[in-house]
């Protein structure tokens, strides 16, 4: 919970580190705002993420999402870095910045889908229905 209150993405990527073969494996190369890192100990930012992590993902529910491409944006405009709270009924948008508008999710069944804004925003309300959460916290690098 500690790292919640930090707001800084890479904090949760490296709690999992030991999962990852390569740190080089978060950032995207679609990206053209950040750079790859080369070690999950040496100058390991948000500047080398490209994925935002789900807080509220519950494992339990097999389609939660549990993270995804970080160029989202909430009525037209850019989310910026730290946590974003939405509730379920927002609409998302993936930015044209990476990916001609489009982006990949990772579910907590394993799976990984590429999801227009619609399939995305249907994804968030699948993923709620019968979990125990109204809202998302996603944080953003």
């Keep these: 919970m500690k790292l919640v209150g930090s707001g ?3 904090l949760f990527w490296q709690t999992i580190s030991n999962e990852l073969l390569t740190p080089r494996l978060l950032h995207c190369p679609d990206d053209k705002r950040g ?9 390991f930012s948000d500047a080398n993420i490209s994925y935002f992590w789900n807080l509220d993902a519950v494992d339990t529910f097999p389609q939660m999402i549990l ?3 970080d160029n989202l944006a909430v009525n037209g405009v ?3 870095p730290g946590i974003l709270t939405l509730p379920t ?9 990476r990916h001609r508008g489009v982006g990949n ?11 227009t804004a619609g399939s995305f925003n249907s994804a968030v309300i699948a993923a709620t229905n019968g979990a125990p959460v109204s809202t998302f916290r996603l944080v953003i690098p």
């Design 8 to 10: 800084k993405a890479y």
């Design 35 to 43: 750079t790859e890192a080369v070690s999950f100990s040496q100058n």
């Design 67 to 69: 993270d995804g491409d």
């Design 78 to 80: 850019r989310v910026k």
């Design 89 to 97: 009924t927002n609409s998302l948008t993936w930015t044209k910045e």
């Design 105 to 115: 999710i990772g579910m907590a069944d394993g799976s990984v889908q590429q999801t």
